[in-house]
């Protein structure tokens, strides 16, 4: 009789490990369904193939737990702006739950796009999970030869089959993300304003999905009608890029404000944006806790 005692220490640390990953990704997700609570949303209310989605993300990459470190950030800020802003100039409840929301999903279109399958899906989730990839010029087709030697030309067979070329360069695969978050959050019981928030968190790179952020600084259909661009928008844009500073990029709180405060000084479109520079001056104030 085959028992735990014949197994080989290897084999022991295996199924330790494989223990302690399905256990990171139930707390993961546990938090997920309290923060969600937290700004009135009940994931129940949500389509189930969202959650699959946020659960792939959990298993495969780190992007929900940036997501949630984003969320928390969120409420950190409003917490630190009750305590120093005059009551006209708080946030208010429905501003709250868009942002900490939208910081939530902004990422699940690294699922890939709407109508990709089981298979397509855990395909694009595992492209996403390689992070600090030295050249976004090369071709996906390379990026599989780089990273995925075994079955480089399987994967790539896969990637056309969801009507995606292997020849595209590596960035613009990333940029992906931010129209396919639109697609999926779309009419799925997510709040409007979250779906915008979620999918335009970065237009400071230039990523307008669809052009949800007309010239005029305008984002009909998706917050009041004819509603310019606000604030929200802005916070999740600010907290996405600082929590990218300084968990991929390594940077201390200082050096990530100082990369954001440049990171929009240089941009045509935000150079002027005295709001968002307001943000930026308020998280600089915070001792954020990540």
């Known amino acids: 009789m085959h028992t735990d005692t014949d197994k080989s220490p290897a084999d022991v640390q295996l199924t330790s490990d494989a223990r302690e990953g399905r256990d990171s990704v139930r707390a993961s997700l546990v938090r997920l369904d309290a ?18 989605r946020m659960r792939l993300l959990a298993v495969v990459t780190e992007t929900v737990r940036d997501c949630e470190r984003c969320a928390d950030l969120a409420e950190q800020f409003f917490a630190h702006d009750d305590a120093v802003k005059p009551p006209e100039e708080r946030w208010g409840a429905i501003e709250r739950r868009t942002v900490v929301l939208a910081s939530l999903f902004s990422d699940i279109g690294k699922t890939g796009p709407n109508h990709a399958d089981v298979s397509g899906r855990r395909l694009i989730a595992e492209m996403f999970a390689v992070e600090n990839v030295p050249d976004g010029g090369i071709s996906v087709a390379r990026f599989f030869q780089l990273y995925f030697a075994t079955d480089a030309g399987d994967r790539a067979s896969r990637f056309r089959a969801l009507g995606l ?22 009419g799925d019981g997510v709040p409007r304003r979250v779906v915008f928030a979620a999918a335009a968190h970065h237009l400071i790179e230039n990523i307008n999905p ?48 100082a990369w954001l405060r440049q990171l929009v000084a240089s941009h045509p479109r935000f150079a002027h944006d005295h709001e968002l520079f307001g943000l930026i001056d308020s998280l600089a104030a915070m001792n954020p806790r990540l």
Not at 165 to 171: E, F, N, Q, S
């Open 35 to 52: 923060m969600c609570a937290r700004a009135g949303l009940d994931l129940e209310g949500v389509s189930a193939a969202i959650v699959e």
């Open 165 to 186: 070329d292997p020849a595209m360069r590596m960035r613009d695969f990333w940029n992906l993300h931010s129209v396919w978050t639109l697609q999926i959050l779309q």
């Open 210 to 257: 669809h052009e949800l952020l007309a010239k005029d600084e305008r984002t009909r259909g998706y917050f009041d009608a004819d509603a310019p661009f606000d604030r929200t928008v802005k916070l999740v844009i600010v907290l996405d890029k600082y929590d990218a500073a300084r968990r991929r990029g390594q940077r201390s709180h200082a050096d990530a404000i």
